[in-house]
Structure formats: structure tokens, C-alpha cells
């Protein structure tokens, strides 16, 4: 570009290889850059690299508030109390001097700003920011200062809390964050002692920051004396659900009254608390646990302005804890549930099967993931693997649903698997609170020396079938539609002769699935691994296969079942 104005703004390329500022003008003393309609800087000058210590590859990219604006303690400013943002959100030209820039090197930098609309090379709407140091050559470390905040600061502390808090169903999670938007904004410390679900008292998180950075003292985290109902002090009050309190050192310096007592004590002690505000942690039905802030290093002591921030703040983190506690214990009974209903393996003459379940990661849902293996009258094995869509307990009663009424009709009826499962389907259809299902049924036979698979698949991944030489091939000649589609459509039955010492892979999508990578992908993986696993006994087959073939950032639920047929005609020995 041969000259530069506010209309026209040469967007440049994100990632860490931008270096150069192309088509700001490099000014003296005055930081420049753009940011497109959602705030990301598009583009810098050299001068802001210089103010800011941070390079192009730095700062494109990145959200211009997130990264940069601070207030005068070096806290993250809400977007409601930046003035900066409200002149960028107005789409109007704006200034001011009272802003402060977090530098690379983690000082702030005084600024005073300009921000003015602009036209993007692309045609989008972006701002262009001209910034300079307020005054030149002095830039300061965060402040020490009084920690009452302004009633805009309070309200949107506020609302950050309840975002953050409700977006997570983990309590360890959640009290990770809690701990995050308090220190050090509000307080030089962070104690969270909560109320287990068997009424023990546990000290889960002593929290400081060096440097704006949270540091956890796992040396004075741990299980705490039981709650003594008689006692005055502070904390033993708020535990019991009593209203907060203020506390100092001197509180603490007469003759205890309870275990606990002792335990805050130690902690004054330990961590230099001058001040400290404790108020109790309470959800819908009962008190969870309390949260003292306290101050060591910075001027000042709380006061009652601070206990009612206080207050709203632990009031959120007990109906984000309340519900993070309801969460697990769904998730535990559904759990249970799932397990218990999944079959013990029969002994069946000649054959080899293992079975493995493995539930999703502790910020996932249970799912309708199952497998079952049982004799029929006419000397067959019934195999079936199937996974019940949703994420749920509803999920996992569905799927136990769908296996008792397939070993219903495979018992009762002897027809081939395809009719069964068109039976199945219109129960699930019409009778069960199932919604949809895949499902793999199939009965394993034996003729004179020879073993094979009639099986049928609806909608489920293929089965593998891998030789004793290693060869390997998915079956899927045959796939038909879902249960509980509403479709009527005749099914399909497949005979898979099995070869002696081959291994049948049945399995659902959590062992093949990645958010990351294609399905043919995680198939390919799948297939690699199981070949190189042929001769390897059963049980550690499973094992491996699971730990070797299972995408790394997979989030559902897996069922594995394996079965290997004997060797010629004789039993297959431990293999």
C-alpha cells in the first residue's frame, strides 16, 4: 500500500510467523494496531511491539481486551467497566487516558488511547487503536491497594462468577475457578473448606498467587476435625451455616474451642493472614463447606462492603457445587447400573471371548454403550453389541431395555438374526423408551470342525476379523438402518465363516471416534493395531487394544468384545 488511512486496513495473515508489521505506519513514540468486528488484533506497527515487549506473531491473533487491558491493581478489567471497549462497541471515534496495557514482561504500561472505526481490506468493519505511553519511561508493577471494588466491578465479578461456575459439572473444576476469579483480584489468599457427602470436613484448597499466577500449599490442604456445634469461632459458625464473619490473628490467640480451631491457627501462622473473611458455602438443601479470603501482603483489612461481595460469591459456588454433586451422582448410579447389567461371559466348548467396558471421561456423560454373550437352545452363542443414542441415565436404562428384550426373542424364537432384530426394532419403535440404537446380533456356530458367524448389523461400525497369519478385514458387506428409525425395511443376514485361531473384533464408536480425525482414520488405526495383536492371549489383547487403539482425546464410552475360535478341531490352550 503506498499511504495508510482509517478506511483502508491491509489485513494480515494470523499464526507465530508474522513478524513484520506490514501496512501500519511505523511512528515515533505511538503504538498502532487494528482489530477486526470481535475485538482479535488483525495487525500491529513496530512501535507496539517495542511498548507492548511483545512481537507481531504475539499479538495477532490474539483478543486485543483479553491480552492487554488491566486495571491499575493487574487485574483482567470486566468488558462493562472498560471504557475503551464501550468506544470500540459504540463504533464511534474515542479516547481517554486511564487505561492500563499488560506487557509482555507482566508490567503495566500507562497509556493514552485513541480508537477510531475502520474499513478491513475484506470489506468487515474493525477499529484501529492508536495507543502511547503516558508517561514515557516509567512503567509499574501491579498495585497493592484496598480490595473493595466499584459497583460495576462488583456486578460484573459477579456475573463472571455464575458463567464460569454453572459451565462446568466438575466440583473440582469448579472450585479451581472460584479459587481463579478471586485471587488475586480480591484477596491475597483462597481457602475452600467443604462438607463431604459422609459429613467430613476437608480443607480442599490453600491458594496464593506469585506473580498473578495461582499457587496452590497442598502442605495445609487436607481433611479437617469435625465441626463442633458449641463453637464461637468464625469458620466453625460458617460450616454449621451461620452468617460470614470477619477474622483477624487475634482472633485465634485465646485458648481453641474446637479441633478446628487449632486447624486456623496453623493456617494464620503458616500464611501470614492480617485480615480474613469467611462466609459459608450453602446450596438448595444444605451447607457444602465455607470460603475464607485473606490478605497478607497487601495494605488494608476487609470490611463489611466485602463480606456481602462475599457472600454473593459463595452463594454462586454453592449451586454450582450442588449441582456438580447431583451430576456425579447420576453419573455414579448410571454407572452402576450400566456395569451390573453387562453379562458374565459363558463357557462355551472351543471358544476364547473377552469383554471389556470402558466409560467415558470424568467431564462426559454415561452413554448406552453394551455387549452380551449368551447360549441358545439350539447349542449356538448369541453375540451383540450395540450402543443406545444419548448421553444420559436415560441412555443406559434404554440399553437395558434393548438387551433383555433381544435375549427375549433370540430365545424364544428360532429365527434367523435378521428377523429378530426386525422384531426388536419395532419394539424399540413402539414399546421402549429407547430412542435409537446401533446393534450388532449374530449367533456363533459350529459344524462338524468349522465355526462361523450369521450375524446382522444395524447401523453399528463393522466388525474385524483378523487371521492367525495377521491378515485383517473389516465385514462389512451388509449394513442396514437403525433400530428405532420407523423405517420398514427387510434386513439382511451375513455368513462369516470364522477360520481356526481368527479373532472376532466387535466394538462401538468410542474405539474408532476423534474429533480430530476422519472415521476412516480411526477404522485404519483400529485395524493396525489389532493385526500386530493377533497372537497375544485374549484377555491382554483387549487390554492393549484399548490402550493402544482408543483416540487419545476420544470423550465416549467404549464396549469391546473379542472372541477367537480353537485351533483345528482341538482346544485352542491358552490362546
Known amino acids: 500500500m503506498s499511504a495508510w488511512s482509517p478506511d483502508h486496513i491491509e489485513r494480515q495473515p494470523p499464526g507465530p510467523a508474522v513478524r513484520s508489521p506490514d501496512g501500519l505506519p511505523d511512528l515515533l513514540h505511538a503504538g498502532m494496531y487494528v482489530v477486526d468486528d470481535n475485538g482479535a488484533i488483525v495487525s500491529v506497527n513496530a512501535r507496539t511491539e517495542a511498548l507492548l515487549d511483545r512481537t507481531a506473531g504475539e499479538l495477532v491473533g490474539r483478543d486485543a481486551h483479553d491480552l492487554l487491558h488491566r486495571d491499575h491493581l493487574g487485574q483482567t478489567m470486566p468488558r462493562a467497566s472498560c471504557s475503551m471497549m464501550q468506544a470500540f462497541l459504540s463504533g464511534r471515534t474515542g479516547g481517554g487516558d486511564s487505561e492500563w496495557f499488560r506487557r509482555g514482561d507482566a508490567t503495566l504500561l500507562p497509556v493514552t488511547w485513541l480508537v477510531t472505526p475502520c474499513r478491513l481490506d475484506d470489506g468487515a468493519t474493525g477499529a484501529a487503536v492508536l495507543f502511547y505511553e503516558s508517561d514515557p519511561g516509567n512503567s509499574v508493577t501491579p498495585a497493592a491497594d484496598s480490595p473493595t471494588l466499584s459497583q460495576l466491578d462488583r456486578l460484573a465479578l459477579l456475573a463472571e462468577t455464575t458463567t464460569r461456575l454453572t459451565s462446568t459439572l466438575d466440583s473440582d473444576e469448579a472450585v479451581a475457578r472460584l479459587v481463579r476469579l478471586v485471587v488475586p483480584r480480591l484477596a491475597d489468599w483462597a481457602i475452600v473448606d467443604l462438607i463431604t457427602e459422609s459429613d467430613d470436613v476437608w480443607r480442599t484448597t490453600v491458594a496464593t498467587h506469585r506473580d498473578g499466577v495461582v499457587v496452590r500449599r497442598e502442605e495445609l490442604e487436607g481433611p479437617l476435625p469435625p465441626v463442633h456445634e458449641e463453637s464461637f469461632m468464625p469458620l466453625s459458625r460458617a460450616l454449621r451455616g451461620a452468617a460470614s464473619a470477619l477474622a483477624g490473628p487475634e482472633t485465634y490467640q485465646g485458648p481453641p474451642d474446637s479441633g478446628i480451631a487449632v486447624a486456623q491457627q496453623k493456617l494464620f501462622q503458616e500464611t501470614g493472614l492480617r485480615s480474613a473473611a469467611i462466609a459459608p458455602i450453602r446450596g438448595p438443601r444444605a451447607v457444602l463447606g465455607a470460603l475464607t479470603l485473606g490478605l497478607s501482603d497487601r495494605p488494608g483489612t476487609f470490611a463489611d462492603a466485602e463480606l456481602s461481595l462475599l457472600e454473593d460469591i459463595a452463594r454462586r459456588a454453592g449451586l454450582a457445587l450442588e449441582n456438580a454433586r447431583l451430576y456425579q451422582r447420576q453419573r455414579h448410579i448410571a454407572e452402576t447400573m450400566q456395569r451390573h447389567l453387562l453379562p458374565q461371559m459363558p463357557e462355551v466348548p472351543g471358544l476364547r471371548m473377552a469383554a471389556r467396558y470402558e466409560s467415558a471421561s470424568e467431564s462426559s456423560q454415561v452413554g448406552g454403550d453394551w455387549y452380551d454373550v449368551f447360549s441358545l437352545p439350539d ?32 430365545w424364544a424364537l428360532e429365527e ?85 485361531l481368527s479373532t472376532l473384533v466387535l466394538y462401538t464408536d468410542g474405539l474408532i471416534e476423534s474429533p480430530g480425525h476422519t472415521l476412516d482414520r480411526g477404522l485404519a488405526r483400529l485395524r493396525q493395531h489389532a493385526a500386530a495383536l493377533a497372537h497375544r492371549p485374549l484377555h491382554v489383547f483387549c487390554d492393549l487394544l484399548l490402550e493402544r487403539a482408543r483416540p487419545v482425546d476420544n470423550d465416549d464410552d467404549v464396549a469391546l468384545l473379542v472372541i477367537r475360535t480353537p485351533a483345528g478341531g482341538g482346544e485352542p490352550g491358552d490362546r
Not at 446 to 464: I, K, Q
Not at 491 to 499: A, E, G, S, V
Open 379 to 410: 447349542g449356538s452363542t448369541a453375540v451383540a453389541i450395540g450402543d443406545v443414542v444419548g448421553h444420559n441415565i436415560d441412555a443406559a436404562a434404554g440399553m437395558a431395555q434393548v438387551r433383555n428384550m433381544l435375549r427375549a426373542y433370540a
Open 416 to 500: 434367523p438374526p435378521s428377523s429378530i432384530v426386525e422384531r426388536l426394532d419395532q419394539a424399540v419403535v413402539n414399546v421402549a423408551e429407547a430412542s435409537m440404537a446401533t446393534l450388532i446380533f449374530g449367533r456363533v456356530e459350529r459344524s462338524d470342525e468349522e465355526w462361523a458367524l450369521r450375524w446382522t448389523n444395524a447401523g453399528h461400525p463393522p466388525p474385524l476379523l483378523i487371521t492367525h497369519d495377521g491378515r485383517s478385514r473389516f465385514l462389512d458387506e451388509e449394513h442396514d438402518h437403525l433400530l428405532g428409525t420407523g423405517l420398514i425395511r427387510a434386513r439382511t443376514d451375513t455368513l462369516t465363516p470364522l477360520p481356526p
